[in-house]
């Protein structure tokens, strides 16, 4: 969430430069609603401060102040019921009210404004036609996408033979380069997560269409990132261990509500995927100069894959609702000649913090402070996946494996059943 100072002195402003991001966020209702607020809350201390000082005369009350401290006290109650309702009301709208962008971040409504800020590596050429990897994956009988679809339904794939151990290796293979090279702490964590851990995160209430909930009212993990920003809620964090880096493998799952028609073949938009997320805990000087690590980590995973890739920096009109700033990775598919998003890197500066209340002091006796929250994907394993089968595919039907990737894999390629 952000601080109300912020809300009621830039409430206006926010809403006329930015319509892109705020128009329909209910920030015009919240300074509406501040504002009446605010008065009722001066009306309510103004009697109360009235009906003490009645309170206070010497000697019997007379009729005349009996009869006002009567009315004063029906006021009051009147006063505070209309108070409560106005906060529980400003309440539910300044949570869907979504975080300001960052000074850095381009200006636009959707993401055509998005900037590229840098790429990285060559795309492939091929002597023959490069196929999408629904019909590599088919072909060498390591994807089974109507087996999934009759187990579970649309978006579910089931993955055989080189394309689960495939997974198992990019999982370990990530994992290794995240905690003995760039100092991360491996976390476990369910992937079943209460209501206020989704709350904490941004993911409710904004996105509750797009989460699977349980009987039992826990929500599936729609990303590693619920548990592990929630690691610290409600905590306040000696300023010296800061910053906090965690990794996690974890199974993800998206209803994909709003996805309809996107990404339809394939295994780029699924239900459940596999993914390994990064996520630090900063002081809020740190932390741009973090996001830039951050992603660099992320982009370290695609350079050793030998995955060409582009950074780009999405518009005002597109960013996530938690998100200050947000950098996109999107690698090269050859079988659908275009970049495709692989990974986003964030800054949500104290949004989360302040939702799931995760402080820190400098030192003792400081008054405390908000951290700055950062995540990011570090990489899907499905669609990095699919990236290695649509760039190093082979004219007889096999895929190479990366080199670094070969010691995690055992092999240094993928050969069909019948090649």
């Known amino acids: 969430m952000l601080p109300r100072e912020l809300l009621r002195e830039s409430a206006e402003r926010l809403g ?3 319509p892109e991001r705020f128009a329909g966020s209910g920030l015009e209702r919240y300074g509406e609603l ?7 809350v001066t009306r309510l201390e103004e009697k109360r401060r009235r009906r003490n000082e009645l309170g206070q005369t010497r000697g019997k009350p007379s009729p005349e102040t009996l009869a006002q401290m009567k009315a004063l006290k029906e006021e ?6 209309e108070t409560e309702k106005d906060d529980l009301e400003l309440q539910e709208v300044e949570k869907r009210i979504p975080n300001v962008p960052h000074e850095t971040v381009p200006r636009g409504k959707d993401e055509t404004a998005n900037r590229v800020e840098r790429s990285w590596g060559e795309p492939p050429r091929f002597d023959f036609p ?12 390591i994807l089974d996408f109507e087996r999934g679809a009759r187990l579970a339904g649309a978006r579910f794939t089931v993955l055989r033979g080189a394309a689960s151990k495939l997974s198992r290796a990019l999982v370990n293979f990530m994992l290794d380069i995240h905690t003995r090279e760039l100092g991360y702490t491996e976390i476990l964590p369910p992937y079943l997560a209460n209501a206020e851990s989704l709350f904490g995160v941004g993911q409710l209430p904004k996105h509750e269409e797009e ?13 590693g990132e619920v548990p592990l920003t929630n690691l610290h809620r409600d905590e306040i964090l000696p300023g010296e261990m800061l910053p906090i880096l965690y990794t996690a493998s974890t199974a993800c799952f998206r209803a994909e509500a709003g996805a309809a028609g996107r990404d339809t073949r394939g295994m780029i938009r699924q239900h459940q995927f596999d993914k390994v997320e990064i996520v630090m805990f900063t002081k809020p000087e740190e932390s741009y100069r973090a996001l830039e690590t951050l992603t660099g980590h ?13 950074v780009v920096s999405l518009s005002t009109g597109d960013l996530g609702f938690a998100a ?3 950098y996109d990775l999107e690698v090269w598919l050859p079988g ?8 986003s890197c964030s800054n949500f500066e104290t949004f989360q913090a302040r939702r799931a209340s995760i402080r820190f002091r400098r030192a003792e006796g400081e008054k405390t402070e908000f951290v700055h929250t950062l995540n990011g994907s570090a990489l899907p394993i499905g669609r990095t996946l699919v990236a290695i089968l649509e760039n190093y595919q082979r004219a007889d039907g096999s895929v190479a494996i990366p080199k670094a990737l070969q010691p995690y894999f055992g092999a240094a390629e993928i050969r069909g059943v019948r090649s």
């Open 130 to 141: 490069p196929l999408p990897h629904w019909d590599l994956g088919t072909a060498l009988q």
């Open 34 to 40: 501040d504002r009446r607020r605010r008065q009722a």
């Open 298 to 310: 992320a982009e370290e995973i695609l350079r050793r894959l030998e995955l060409p890739y582009r």
């Open 211 to 223: 989460v699977f909930v349980t009987r039992e009212g826990l929500y599936l993990i729609p990303t």
């Open 336 to 343: 659908q000649n275009g970049y495709k998003e692989i990974s």
């Open 76 to 81: 009051i109650h009147r006063l505070e019921q």
């Open 324 to 326: 200050a700033k947000t």
């Open 16 to 18: 006329r430069e930015m």
